[in-house]
C-alpha cells in the first residue's frame, strides 16, 4: 500500500511498507512509521491515569472555567482537526496560534494573499530552471526536496539532469550540507547581511552596481535564459531580514526581467494545513484572537505564555516544553494546560489532562497541505477511533 | 579516508622479490587495491620479522576494502539521512526506471543498484553498477552528490 508520510511539509507520496520494512521514506520518515508504537501517551487527569472520556470531561471543565484559554499547535494534524479546533477557539472566544508565528508563517501569509507569484512542486520538477534555497538547509528540514521535487529529478522540459538542465544558487550564513552539493552550474552566496543580498539583486536587475553585483548578475543572466525559476525561502530568510517587503519588492522587481516564482520551505507537515484554514475563516494565518477580532505579535502563543496573559492551553500535536525556550516553556507549569498528542511528550509529562490521541497519516487519515499549497488526502494504515477530531469534537460539543 | 596505491606500496618490503607473482612492489599495491591479489601473497611480510609492524599498519588500512562492495563502493549507513539524492541521480537508474527514479520517486523497478530502506541507503544489485566488471567507467555520481559524505569509494 502506498502511504503518504506526515514527517515534514514535503508529504512524500511513494512510501510503502512490504515485510516490515519501510521503503524509500527518509530517516525521519522512517522514524514515524517504524517506531509509531512507542512512547505512546495515556489519558491523565493530575498525574492520575484516567479513561479518555474522563480526560475529555475535565479539558472540557477546565476550558469552561478558564478566563483567557489559547489553543496551541495544530501543526501535526489533519485540515479537519484543524476546522474544529478554530470553532473550539471561536466557542471559547481565546486565543489560536501555532508554530507559523515564529516559523514561516509570515512567508505563507505573504503567498495567501497574493503579494508573490508562486507555484506548485510539481511544475517545478518540469519547467524550473534556477533554483534558490535562501536561508534554508533541506538536508535538515526537508531530506527528500532536492531528490523528489527540485534539483535532481528530471523534468518534462528539463530532461536532461541537474548539471545541465538546473541552476542550483544556495544562499546561507554558513557552508551548509546543501550548500555542498552547489557545484558545476551551481553558485553558494555565504551572506552576512540578507538585507545586502536583496538589495543586490533590486539594483543588478536594474543595471547598477552593488556588492554581490558578480554573483547576482550571473543568476539573474540565467534566470532570463528560462521562463521557469524559483526561490524556496526558509527561517534564514525570514529571521534575516528586518523587513520582508523589501524581499516581495525584489520578487517582483525580478519578475520584470524572468518569470520567477516563490515557495516557503522547511516547515511541520500541515502547518500550511492550519495557516490555510485559519486564513479562510478570519483573514489572518496564525496569532489570531477571537476576542479582539484581530491577529497581532502579542497574541502568539509565546508572547501571551511569556506575558502571563493566559490561564489554560489546550496544546494539539506538539511540545512546547521541548521545542520553546526555557523561561517560555517554564511559564506553563503556572497555568492549567491539556495536551491532545499520540506521544507521551515533555509536555504531556507536566500537563494537568493528557488525551491520547492517533498519528496523522498512520492511524486516521485526513487531508494535509504541502508546503507548495497542494492538498494531499491520507490514508491511515490501520483505524483508530480516538483521533484528534473525535476528541476536538467531543470538546466542542461539551462547551 | 581515500586509499591509494602510494601508501600502501610505502608500506610494503620495496624489494621487488617478485615472490607475489608481481614484477615491482608498485604493480602488487595496485592489485591489493583492486583486490586482484590479497596481502597474504606478499610472503616477505609474513615470513620477515623486520617488516611486523608495517604489516600490522597495512592491515589496519586495507580494513575497508573487506567492507566495500565490488565495486568498492562503501557505505556509512549511520551518516546517511535517506534524502535520497544517490537513489535519483544514478545514470542506471534514470534509464532503467523513468518512471521512478528517473523523476525523483522511490525506485519502481525490483533490482535497483541502491534503494533507501528504513530511512537509510542500502546496495541491493552492485552488478548493475557501471563501475562494475571488466568494462566499467569509473562514475562516482551518486558520491559527489551524497550531502553527508555517507557515500565513499575506496579510491577516494
Not at chain 1, 548539471?163 to 554558513?174: A, N, Q, T
Request: proline residues 4%; charged residues 30%.
Amino acid at each position: 500500500m502506498i502511504m503518504i508520510c506526515p514527517g515534514c511539509s514535503c508529504l512524500c507520496d511513494d512510501i510503502y511498507i512490504k515485510e516490515g520494512k519501510v521503503f524509500n521514506a527518509c530517516r525521519r520518515g522512517n522514524e514515524i512509521f517504524a517506531k509509531y508504537k512507542e512512547n505512546r501517551a495515556v489519558a491523565r487527569v493530575d498525574g492520575k491515569e484516567v479513561d479518555v472520556d474522563t480526560a475529555i470531561e475535565k479539558a472540557v471543565e477546565i476550558l469552561k472555567d478558564a478566563k483567557n484559554p489559547a489553543i496551541y499547535g495544530l501543526d501535526t494534524t489533519v485540515v479537519e482537526a484543524q476546522r474544529i479546533a478554530i470553532d473550539v477557539a471561536e466557542k471559547l472566544n481565546g486565543y489560536i496560534d501555532d508554530n507559523s508565528s515564529f516559523c514561516l508563517g509570515e512567508l505563507v501569509e505573504a503567498v495567501l494573499k497574493g503579494e508573490m507569484p508562486t507555484t506548485t512542486l510539481d511544475e517545478v520538477r518540469d519547467n524550473a530552471y534556477v533554483l534558490v534555497y535562501w536561508g534554508t538547509n533541506p538536508y535538515h528540514s526537508l531530506s527528500r526536496h532536492l531528490s523528489k521535487y527540485t534539483y535532481y529529478p528530471r523534468g518534462k522540459k528539463r530532461p536532461r539532469g541537474y548539471d545541465e538542465d538546473r541552476f542550483l544558487v544556495v544562499v546561507d550564513v554558513r557552508r551548509s550540507e546543501t550548500a555542498v552539493l552547489a557545484k558545476k552550474n551551481a553558485r553558494f552566496i555565504m551572506v552576512d547581511d540578507d538585507a545586502e543580498l536583496v538589495d543586490s539583486f533590486v539594483k543588478v536587475a536594474e543595471g547598477k552596481a552593488a556588492k554581490y553585483a558578480k554573483d547576482v548578475g550571473v543568476i539573474i543572466n540565467e534566470m532570463k535564459r528560462a521562463d521557469f525559476n524559483v526561490i524556496f525561502g526558509g527561517l534564514g530568510l525570514k529571521y534575516g531580514l528586518k523587513d520582508l517587503n523589501q524581499f516581495k519588492e525584489m520578487v517582483k522587481k525580478l519578475n520584470e526581467v524572468a518569470p520567477v516564482y516563490f515557495i516557503p520551505a522547511g516547515f511541520h507537515g500541515n502547518m500550511r494545513g492550519f495557516n490555510e484554514t485559519l486564513f479562510e475563516r478570519v483573514g489572518h494565518v496564525n496569532k489570531y484572537s477571537f476576542r479582539d477580532g484581530k491577529s497581532g505579535e502579542e497574541f502568539a502563543f509565546t508572547e501571551l505564555l511569556k506575558n502571563e496573559k493566559i490561564d489554560a492551553a489546550l496544546i494539539v500535536g506538539t511540545d512546547p516544553v521541548y521545542s520553546l525556550p526555557f523561561e517560555v516553556s517554564s511559564k506553563l507549569g503556572k497555568i492549567k494546560t491539556i495536551v491532545v498528542d499520540p506521544r507521551m511528550s515533555f509536555t504531556a509529562k507536566i500537563a494537568d489532562v493528557v488525551i491520547p490521541s492517533a498519528i496523522s497519516g498512520v492511524e486516521t487519515g485526513g487531508t494535509m497541505v504541502r508546503s507548495d499549497g497542494v492538498r494531499v488526502k491520507l490514508e491511515p494504515l490501520e483505524e483508530k477511533e480516538v483521533n484528534d477530531v473525535y476528541i476536538l469534537n467531543k470538546i466542542k460539543e461539551g462547551l | 579516508m581515500a586509499l591509494n596505491p602510494m601508501d600502501i606500496y610505502k608500506l610494503l618490503p620495496k624489494t621487488n622479490c617478485k615472490k607475489c607473482g608481481e614484477a615491482t612492489c608498485m604493480s602488487f599495491a595496485f592489485k591489493l587495491l583492486n583486490r586482484e591479489k590479497k596481502l597474504e601473497d606478499c610472503k616477505p611480510l609474513y615470513e620477515d620479522k623486520k617488516y611486523e609492524r608495517q604489516r600490522k599498519k597495512l592491515e589496519e588500512m586495507l580494513k575497508p576494502l573487506e567492507e566495500a562492495t565490488e565495486t568498492g563502493l562503501i557505505v556509512d549507513e549511520s551518516l546517511c539521512t535517506g534524502c535520497g539524492n544517490c537513489v535519483v541521480v544514478c545514470p542506471v537508474h534514470v534509464e532503467k526506471d523513468p518512471k521512478g527514479a528517473a523523476v525523483g520517486n522511490g525506485p519502481t523497478i525490483d533490482d535497483p543498484i541502491l534503494r533507501v530502506e528504513d530511512g537509510v541507503v542500502k546496495v541491493i544489485n552492485m552488478q548493475a553498477c557501471r563501475r562494475y566488471g571488466k568494462n566499467r567507467v569509473l562514475c562516482v555520481v551518486c558520491r559527489e552528490n551524497c550531502p553527508s559524505d555517507a557515500i565513499r569509494f575506496l579510491e577516494g
